[in-house]
């Protein structure tokens, strides 16, 4: 059976301010889109467009005004609790700002060990899998006894990363993952996206407004105006 | 004829885990008229040289060496005498334009205040100018600009705003600490323009802090290359695009978009406890057995300065 | 942007250093006082001695109406203050955190249901509400210390679910809920940490909001008679001719005393927010 794509089906979005106003601020206009495994599809837009709805439409954290959001054949808003969980970890959501992703209160080794927790690795693996974990994103053991601020931004993606892929999603969707990090580091960010692509087949939904970020990751890529997606 | 002469400039902080050289004895010349770019990757210390310029140091900070402007050393300059300069003469746009603006003052008061500080304008005289210096960034209504909160104004509108109340007063020398960080392209390319219509309008030079190449590319005569505390690259523009010589600008400028995203290989070195010999050593494709050992000093080499052994 | 010298950075660690010792000394002090209160205290305070007696060796502070050592009585005062101050203000941080929470972090129809209950609680007025209750129920001191913590949560659950609002849209907050955490493990393991120092804070204050009202309803007489509180003594003091002959043994040190133990919370208090937002100015 071919594994489930994540599809995005006629997806709206509209904000109405005021309680009694008529007025409606829309900011998706019947959106469609479709990512599959192993692929990597690319969302391009300015700031504001609403392209950070758009991903978090996709990965469930909000819900369309209109349209559905489809993992395979189901539709999410018609999913049972225990398919929604299911859904959760196979489809993930990667923030634009790395040190505001990670609980600030929380050194970087219980940020990870609560997610480990989640998928059920017995206690004495643990410490294990954490190491795999850190390697896998390019970071040493030291980091996990540090907090967020003690971490370059760099460093924070990664760990974000890393957090992910503890439940082995199938679909990321990154939202302007390397805008605030440095160039170079940009560069070392994105060569570690392909790599994890290549080794795990995930899908990407990568949005950003950098155009040679873009082009240089996607497969596809589809342009967000005016609440519209166009594909070339 | 330099305007900013910069001479053994060491900025130190004492951590828990000791002592930190943000800044590793840095000597640099800012001409009159011309943009330096400093460039360098986040933590490199390139924020504390240009802070350290206007004294806006953390109060922690231990600094030694001399900032020559105009034959007088910035750093024994008193807290009295230093409002005149800043602001005045050398002025500083900040990073994150929307948390550099007071929230709770429209921005034409802010800019504004500007005018009445330094110059003792009359507050209806300086609003005016307030209207006129709107006028010439390119926004088509002042008045109503000038009379909206930073809330009400887009990032890209708020960062021309910082740059407005940087060159309302003709400074001779701004220092833009990451102008385009964070801007989507169409904004880099507005601020881009802005900064290079000011520095050809007014003519003063400007110090221009990025860690980003492109930026750097578009509005300097000259780049100085930035890593871990110390300046290992001097270079005019033309001969730096043309071909860096310092391998860890070589890296950087390998790393940029428009060469393909190539990573410069490992990771950023502590500033607490740096590699022995040459910083870079431990990333370099080209080191040699004497790069572990010696410090590397600077060597000439046509107009670059470049501190390499590989260019002895 | 200022540039704070070296030796200004040093004062205001060094002022809000004091603070603190100043603060948790006499916090200490007292609290030392009411769990020790059986030891420390000369003298049984419901035992009856000759009543009125100036300050003396006998009895350091003299003795009251009927007879009772008054440094004992004051000694002994201490835990009606602590237990009244601490438990209303427990009860009122519990509730108040609870429905601060669950309404900032669900919203919608729970949060109307909760600020609309929050609202009635504060319409009600509490002065008169206690006195109906007092007339109603036998004044002991848990029934104040119920009632205080009943009315006082109101505060603390507007600042807590302005503070989850805020919160709540922090990229690590979705983050959490996006790689599966149930709502309340988000609350109380993402949410929570990081409002904590504004409720500690609020949490001493209301200790020290506590023990005054206590204090204030002793000494209008709504008090617990079975028990030795610093604001009855101030309600005997007055009432049975304290003032008038001018026994400022009598009636002063439960003043000072009250004064001093709400002050220094309040200085703890101000010392732990202060250094918690220099430590995020910091950053």
């Known amino acids: ?232 | 004829m330099s305007c900013l002469q910069i001479r053994n400039l060491t900025v130190r902080f004492g951590t828990a885990s000791g002592p930190l050289k943000a800044v590793d004895c840095v000597s640099l010349a800012h001409e009159k008229e011309e943009t330096l770019a400093l460039v360098g990757e986040t933590g490199c210390g390139k924020s504390m040289l240009g802070r350290a310029v206007l004294k806006l140091l953390p109060g922690d900070a231990l600094v030694s060496g001399e900032i020559l402007y105009e034959g007088r050393n910035l750093l024994s300059l008193s807290e009295k005498d230093l409002p005149v300069i800043r602001g005045n003469e050398i002025s500083y746009v900040l990073q994150n334009p929307s948390l550099a603006l007071d929230p709770v003052r429209t921005v034409g008061k802010q800019i504004s205040e500007v005018f009445h500080i330094h110059r003792r304008i009359k507050i209806k005289d300086a609003a005016r100018k307030t209207d006129l210096l709107l006028q010439r960034m390119g926004f088509s209504t002042p008045e109503e600009i000038a009379s909206l909160y930073p809330f009400q104004l887009s990032e890209g509108m708020n960062q021309r705003i910082l740059i407005a109340m940087a060159v309302a007063l003709h400074p001779r020398i701004i220092i833009a600490d990451e102008p385009t960080k964070g801007l989507d392209e169409r904004l880099k390319k507005e601020v881009i323009g802005e900064l290079d219509r000011i520095k050809k309008e007014k003519e003063s030079s400007l110090l221009l802090i990025s860690h980003d190449l492109g930026v750097a590319r578009k509005l300097s005569n000259r780049i100085a290359i930035m890593y871990c505390g110390q300046i290992v690259e001097v270079s005019p523009a033309a001969d730096f695009f043309a071909g860096p010589l310092h391998p860890y600008s070589r890296a950087l400028l390998e790393s940029h978009p428009e060469n393909g995203f190539n990573p410069v290989p490992g990771t950023a070195p502590s500033m607490i406890a740096p590699p022995r010999g040459c910083r870079f050593h431990p990333r370099c494709g080209r080191k040699m057995d004497i790069c572990a050992e010696k410090e590397p000093q600077q060597y000439r080499k046509k107009e670059t300065d470049v501190k390499c052994f590989l260019h002895r | 942007m200022k540039a704070l010298s070296p030796a200004q950075k040093r004062i205001s660690g060094e002022r809000r250093n004091a603070f603190l010792l100043f603060g948790a000394a006499l916090m200490a002090f007292f609290l030392v006082l009411s769990l020790f209160a059986p030891w420390i205290a000369p003298r049984d305070p419901w035992e009856r001695f000759e009543p009125y007696a100036a300050p003396g060796k006998e009895h350091l502070l003299g003795t009251n109406d009927l007879g009772h050592d008054i440094l004992s009585e004051l000694i002994y005062g201490s835990r009606v203050s602590l237990i009244v101050g601490l438990g209303a203000s427990l009860l009122a941080t519990a509730i108040g955190l609870l429905v601060g929470l669950f309404s900032g972090y669900f919203k919608g129809v729970p949060d109307e249901i909760l600020m609309g209950a929050t609202d009635i609680f504060l319409m009600i007025p509490r002065i008169p509400l206690i006195i109906i209750l007092a007339a109603f129920l036998k004044p002991s001191f848990w029934i104040i210390a119920l009632v205080i913590g009943l009315f006082w949560w109101t505060s603390i659950a507007r600042v807590v679910r302005s503070k989850t609002i805020q919160v709540r849209e922090m990229p690590f907050v979705q983050s959490a809920e996006c790689l599966g955490f149930s709502g309340r493990r988000v609350i109380f393991s993402e949410i929570l940490p990081n409002i904590l120092h504004i409720v500690v804070p609020k949490f001493m204050l209301t200790v020290a909001a506590a023990m005054i009202s206590e204090a204030s309803l002793s000494f209008i007489g709504l008090g617990d008679p079975s028990m030795k509180s610093w604001g009855l003594m101030l309600n005997y003091a007055f009432n049975r001719g304290g003032f008038i002959n001018g026994m400022w043994w009598w009636f002063l040190p439960p003043g000072i005393c009250i004064t001093l133990f709400v002050l220094s919370i309040v200085f703890v208090s101000f010392a732990i927010q202060s250094g918690e937002e220099r430590q995020m100015g910091l950053r």
Do not use: C, W
Not at chain 1, 15 to 26: A, E, M, V
Not at chain 1, 67 to 73: A, D, L, M, P, T
Not at chain 1, 220 to 229: C, D, Q
């Open chain 1, 1 to 232: 059976m071919l594994s489930p794509s994540l599809r995005a089906d006629e997806v709206s979005r509209a904000y109405s301010s005021g309680l009694l106003s008529k007025r409606k601020k829309t900011v998706l206009d019947r959106v469609s889109l479709e990512v599959k495994k192993g692929e990597t599809l690319g969302i391009m837009g300015e700031s504001g467009t609403g392209k950070t709805t758009l991903g978090k439409i996709i990965t469930g954290l909000e819900a369309p005004s209109t349209g559905n959001v489809f993992y395979g054949e189901k539709s999410l808003s018609r999913m049972k609790n225990t398919e929604r969980k299911r859904f959760r970890s196979r489809v993930q959501m990667v923030f634009q700002n790395p040190e505001g992703s990670l609980n600030p209160r929380k050194k970087i080794e219980l940020s990870l060990n609560q997610v480990l927790k989640l998928t059920g690795t017995p206690g004495r693996k643990q410490k294990e899998a954490l190491l795999l974990a850190l390697e896998s994103v390019g970071l040493t053991e030291d980091v996990l006894y540090r907090y967020p601020h003690q971490l370059s931004g760099g460093q924070n993606q990664r760990v974000v990363l890393a957090r992910v892929l503890f439940l082995q999603p199938h679909f990321i969707v990154l939202d302007e993952p390397t805008s605030a990090l440095d160039m170079s580091v940009q560069a070392q960010i994105l060569h570690l996206l392909k790599r994890l692509q290549r080794e795990t087949g995930m899908g990407y939904v990568f949005i950003s407004h950098d155009r040679s970020v873009v082009e240089f990751v996607s497969d596809r890529i589809g342009i967000l105006a005016n609440g519209r997606l166009h594909f070339s």
